[in-house]
């Protein structure tokens, strides 16, 4: 297995493109629970491009029909990304001040569950600025989130076969 740095300008790149409009080689997972988590997928694969095919446990994107649970779930994409020891993009848990262009935020409840997924996309007078589906947002301040939780992943890399 090879490994190789994750392209954090193309995940941005990608992120502030369609922030506030959809790619159509994507479907819009918005009117059926969210689009947001699904939208952090597409950046992240531009800034990694490759997909991890195991079936249930990888992270894949073919059809609306055909894709992993972790390419539209938040909880299940932290436990691909922090978990992943196979090809693909992987990530650890970090604090705020750890973070980089191209990693993702998740914002949850205090009941311990996390629901919304966000690319950090730039940082401007000590804020984090932020991209995202379901709410659509494009640049857009993390302290403006009200969530009682938030943690913070970095993609360390990306491997392949």
Not at 48 to 66: E, L
Request: hydrophobic share 35%; charged share 20%.
């Amino acid at each position: 297995m090879q490994e190789f740095p994750y392209n954090r300008a193309a995940a941005v790149d990608y992120a502030k493109e369609w922030a506030l409009s959809r790619n159509p080689e994507y479907y819009d997972f918005g009117g059926i629970g969210g689009d947001c988590t699904g939208f952090v997928s597409q950046s992240i694969f531009a800034g990694a491009g490759v997909m991890n095919y195991t079936p249930i446990y990888g992270w894949y994107y073919i059809s609306p029909d055909d894709r992993a649970p972790a390419w539209t779930g938040v909880q299940y994409l932290y436990n691909f990304l922090t978990g992943n020891e196979g090809v693909g993009p992987y990530a650890r848990e970090v604090s705020r001040r750890e973070v980089e262009l191209g990693d993702v935020v998740q914002l949850g409840h205090s009941s311990g569950e996390f629901y919304h997924s966000l690319v950090i996309c730039g940082f401007r007078g000590g804020q984090i600025l932020v991209c995202a589906h379901s709410d659509d947002a494009l640049m857009r301040p993390l302290s403006t989130y009200r969530a009682a939780r938030m943690r913070f992943l970095h993609i360390e890399g990306v491997r392949t076969e």
